[in-house]
């Protein structure tokens, strides 16, 4: 389990392209994500292994 002030790089990199979007729309004054472009962050998928 993550926990604040562990590194990023430490969580699988579905989790990391989250928090990347976060903090860019953060940075860029964006305010949250909504649902739907939550749901377009690029994730692998757990099934297929494709991205």
């Known amino acids: 389990m993550w926990r604040e002030g ?19 729309r953060e940075r860029l004054g964006q305010g949250p994500l909504t649902c739907q472009e939550m749901a377009r962050v690029p994730v692998q998928s757990v099934l297929t292994g494709s991205a």
């Open 6 to 24: 562990l590194a990023w790089s430490v969580l699988s990199a579905d989790y990391q392209r989250i928090l990347q979007a976060l903090a860019d």
